[in-house]
């Protein structure tokens, strides 16, 4: 049982409850943006980072173990274009051997997303070691493909070449976020 308020308490108390929510719920953004910039801090390139974090929707109300999702799913992202990538230039490609290669760079990129919903799936477990041990074999795989394509003095186009940078910088922010949960 309530005690009855005059009418206007009632509007008074709606008017203060509605501009609380508001100054809270700005508040929280602007948390937000300070959580994902610490969490960002430590990763090599902090800029790669927080680019891909508030790219996400999710974002704005992501704890420390959703902002690792996220990048996560950066990565994801990023090796699916690696995949086209791959597959538009072992087509184009001449040479018997650069062909396989790509191929291989193709089959690489496929496991590593694989590798990535697996580490997802970790997070949400909170096997933090698993987590990066897979987010680890992941980045090996885009290594290999490097190496191997480099021994052929091929060059990649330069924005396969970038996408390929962020990927790197992107491993190494999560490695180095997950690290701290443990
Ligand atoms: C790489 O793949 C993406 C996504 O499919 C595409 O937009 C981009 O043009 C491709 N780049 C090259 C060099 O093929």
New binding site residues.
């Given amino acids: 049982m309530g005690i009855p308020l005059p009418p206007c308490y009632l509007t008074l108390f709606l008017l203060l409850f509605i501009s609380f929510n508001n100054v809270g719920h700005r508040n929280l953004v602007f948390a937000n943006d300070a959580l994902i910039e610490a969490q960002c801090h430590n990763a090599e390139v902090p800029e790669t980072c927080i680019k891909c974090v508030k790219s996400d929707s999710r974002s704005q109300s992501a704890n420390k173990v959703g902002i690792a999702a996220i990048i996560i799913t950066c990565l994801s992202n990023k090796a699916?274009?690696?995949i086209?990538?791959m597959t538009?230039?072992a087509s184009g490609a001449r040479d018997k051997n650069l062909k396989v290669a790509l191929r291989g760079c193709e089959k690489g990129f496929y496991y590593t997303k694989t590798n990535l919903i697996a580490a997802t799936n970790r997070l949400k477990g909170k096997e933090y070691d698993q987590t990066n041990l897979l987010v680890k074999q992941a980045l090996e795989e885009e290594f290999v493909c490097k190496m191997k394509v480099e021994v052929l003095r091929f060059n990649f186009?330069s924005?396969?070449t970038f996408?390929m940078g962020v990927y790197e910088e992107l491993s190494t922010a999560v490695m180095r976020i997950v690290d701290r949960f443990v």
């Fill in positions: 699916t274009t690696l086209n990538n538009t230039l186009p924005s396969v996408d």
